[in-house]
Nanobody, 114 residues
């Protein structure tokens, strides 16, 4: 079955960087659109960035220029490089795929910026 496992979160100071990873099993990531979402306490879940099967990226306007999404298909892994982090980037970050009409989420990785 499909599983997504995120890693790479942590605590950093404002202006710092983190790279999140999401590794998938049970499906072929090269055929899939992948996305990163985040949710902060008391706030709605929001789309951070996505990348389609052609590796075309999309960024939420507040992340554009600071975050970079990429994928390595032979590793079945998608990355989110986050630079110039701000306290308002503090959230639980989770990756998502809708492979074959499904709706799959990872367990999330916490990012805390102080």
């Amino acid at each position: 079955h499909v599983q997504l496992v995120e890693s790479g979160g942590g605590s950093v100071q404002a202006g710092g960087s983190l790279r999140l990873s999401c590794t998938g099993t049970g499906f072929t990531m090269s055929d899939s659109d992948m996305a990163w979402y985040r949710q902060a306490p008391g706030k709605q879940c929001e789309l951070v960035s996505s990348i389609n099967s052609a590796s075309t990226p999309y960024y939420s306007p507040s992340m554009k220029g600071r975050f970079t999404i990429s994928r390595v298909n032979h590793k079945n892994t998608v990355y989110l490089q986050m630079n110039s982090l701000k306290p308002e980037d503090t959230a639980l970050y989770s990756c998502h795929t809708n492979w074959f009409c499904g709706n799959y989420w990872g367990q999330g990785t916490q990012v805390t910026v102080s």
